[in-house]
């Protein structure tokens, strides 16, 4: 007893589509579940639009400064809160704390640089500081009311 051709046909054609749907369905799924429109890019960190462009002692108060600078962002105006480490050589030393401070520098347009100077504590005398940037953080100005 023979098996007709057209039997075989049909369970090839069976085979050949269960295949493909375990192959091409997860990728479907994915791109489904993607949404299929472009993804916007991530944001750049905060950390990256602002910098040190100088670092002095006060020859009054003996006091660490900082000169900060922020670049404006695309996305509008707004304020970067900047933490400014205060130390006697550029390597951090594992286990021990630099000292810090903050510098607020508002109203950053886009496309515009502002600048800050932050104040760090009284500086050893014979030690040249070392002056960088610890961390930063943008927020965006909110409009005022009634102002698309």
């Known amino acids: 007893m023979g098996v007709s051709a ?3 046909q049909g ?3 069976g085979l050949v589509t269960i295949a493909g749907l375990l192959v091409f369905a997860p990728l479907g799924l994915y791109v489904w579940a993607s949404g ?3 993804q916007q890019a991530a944001p ?3 950390v990256e639009d602002v910098r040190v462009t100088g670092c002095r002692v006060d020859p009054a108060s003996r006091r ?3 000169a900060v600078e922020a670049a404006g962002r695309a996305e509008g105006v707004g304020a970067y809160v900047v933490t400014v480490e205060f130390r006697d050589r550029a390597e951090a030393e594992p286990g ?3 000292a810090q401070a903050l510098v607020r520098i508002p109203g950053v347009a886009p496309g515009a640089t ?3 100077e932050a104040v760090g504590p009284v500086w050893p005398v014979a030690t040249v500081p070392w002056c960088g940037v610890a961390g930063a953080e943008f927020t965006p100005a ?3 009311p009634g102002v698309p």
């Open 44 to 46: 750049r960190a905060a």
């Open 114 to 116: 502002e600048y800050a």
């Open 6 to 8: 057209l039997k075989w």
């Open 11 to 13: 369970w090839l054609v």
């Open 64 to 66: 660490v400064a900082a």
């Open 36 to 38: 299929g429109e472009p």
């Open 96 to 98: 021990r704390r630099a």
């Open 142 to 144: 909110t409009p005022a």
